[in-house]
């Protein structure tokens, strides 16, 4: 009874933080004996912005947590989808203002309108789409909560291996039913299907696991609430005013340098001819031609995720759920 008591209690503050005039607010509450941190953010507001965003240099690169940071200057961040150690490259499809600004293979798409309505997309390994009509899209996984129930098919969304489902640190990205984002922080390693538990009980409907174990980066309002252990390649970021994120849009990534804003646009399907602008000309002049072609990018890889070895897209081995 006391148990119950205090998750109600403290899934109370979370709401009431996130509706009383903080559209931004950071809660700690203890779960399967667990430390657990939650960043809820009101998506009911229209000022606010989600997004996401790559290392200075783009895809192939990494950057520390602290240097991203100071060049976004978000409200909160949180680790994004997982990225191939060797390569630097992310596993799963990131779309900024309607543009595929990196093409992945796998995981449920985490996608914002314009209006931060937003919708988990699965898709199985290899099967592509061009996200059109979202305006954000970070491709992330497994997914751990869909539509209230806990959901665990890992292998349908080309997640293989058993590794994954060790004890580590964790991460994860959830929505309410009343339309609050919560970035979430487990301390202390924990399996996959407890983490899952987790976001069940702290209200998701829906909700996707993200790069965790020394991956694992949350921040808020001034604070690092959890320090990663390594360089990182990409994070999703809320600002808590359209003027913060314009003023900080060209810095997302390098496909955006030198553009302007201009009104949310379909992305550009796979395999199609999209104009991007020159960041080296004004946004106005004439832009260049760039290609998103189906192939396979990721074919055997290792992904960044502590003591994870391999992710095979195409393996036959049986996955064991713990």
Known sequence: MTARYLLITSLLLICYSAEAGQNIAYSKVFLHGARVHV?????????????????????????????MLNRLQPAAAITGTFFCTRNLQPTGDIVIEGMNVHTGV???????????????????????????GYET?????????????????PRDQGFTDPALFGNKKRTALGTTANNKLMLVVVDKPIQLRTLARIMLEL????????????????????????????????????????????HHRQALAPQLRNTVAINPKPAAPYGAQ?????????????????QFPPQDLFPDMEIG?????RLRLRGSSRLRLP
């Open 305 to 309: 995720f502590e003591n994870v070895s």
């Open 106 to 132: 796998v995981g449920t798409g985490v996608c914002f309108t314009a209006d931060n309505t937003v919708r988990f997309l699965p898709y199985r390994a290899g099967h592509r789409t061009g996200w059109e």
């Open 274 to 290: 999209v104009v991007l602008p020159d960041r080296h000309q004004p946004a106005t002049e004439a832009g260049q031609i760039a």
């Open 137 to 153: 899209v970070l491709c992330a996984g497994p997914t751990l909560v869909r539509n209230g129930s806990i959901f665990l098919c």
């Open 39 to 67: 960043v809820a953010v009101n998506l009911n507001s229209p000022d606010l912005k989600v997004t996401v965003s790559l290392t200075k240099n783009g895809s192939g690169s990494a950057e520390s947590f602290t240097s």
């Open 203 to 246: 209200g998701a409907v829906n909700a996707v696991d993200l790069d965790g174990g020394s991956s694992s980066a949350l921040y808020h309002e001034g604070r690092t609430i959890s320090h990663p252990g390594r360089k990182l390649t990409n994070l999703l970021v809320v600002y808590g005013s359209l003027t913060d994120y314009y």
